[in-house]
């Protein structure tokens, strides 16, 4: 790797923490109304993250929908690859990140989506991260209007534990064989501590936004 090449480690974090924050404003700021508009976002906040990296020497490469094909011959899309292109001309994948916008927070659809990277991760000399970035408006599991949910939205963010609301059973959102590899990226505008005029402009000019999405 050249002297200024950005590194995997480098990549890794900039996902978990800068380009988190990035997309919790993107979201306030009504950037992000569809899942269109998030895979646009990823995509160009990663390719501004990698821009100095491949001025010096073009190594990284952000990707929507590559196919990926296991040895059994079934095909995987994952959302976005993130991939390294070696010295010799192969093509090696780094990240996997699969993306998810919803109103309401759905369990099911996020431990789809982190199944699915878990499969990935498993294949032989693939993928060496998977994310599932996950961006919803739910304001029952940040404890409003009740404080029964209040700590369950944290639970998911912190300690990566979902407890199911009606049988208070809490389960991990990843399997232990993958801790370290997959990591969900929760991100909910009603989680943040806004005033609440804050809240109803924007929630009012979100719903404006929606009506010619869905």
Known sequence: MKHGET??????????TKLKKQLQDDQINLYISSEGDLQSAVYF????????????????????????????????????????????????PFA??????????KIDVLRKDVKKLEKLISRKNRFKYG??????????LVGLPSDEYANMWDDMVERGVYTDPKTRRETWLVDDNFSGRVFPILINAFARKWYSKEI???????????????
């Open 7 to 16: 590194k995997e480690g480098e990549i890794r974090e900039y996902i978990l």
């Open 45 to 92: 906040h990663l390719r501004n993250f990698l821009e100095p990296s491949n001025k010096i020497a073009r190594r990284w490469f952000v990707q929507n929908k590559l196919t990926t094909i296991s040895k059994t011959q079934s095909k995987s899309y994952p959302d976005i690859v993130i991939s390294r292109l070696r010295e010799k001309g192969q093509l090696k």
């Open 96 to 105: 996997a990140i699969e993306l998810k916008e919803t109103r309401g927070f």
């Open 131 to 140: 994310f599932v970035i996950y961006v919803c408006l739910d304001e029952i």
């Open 200 to 214: 109803l402009d924007f929630k009012s000019r979100d719903k404006k936004l929606r009506k010619y999405r869905d």
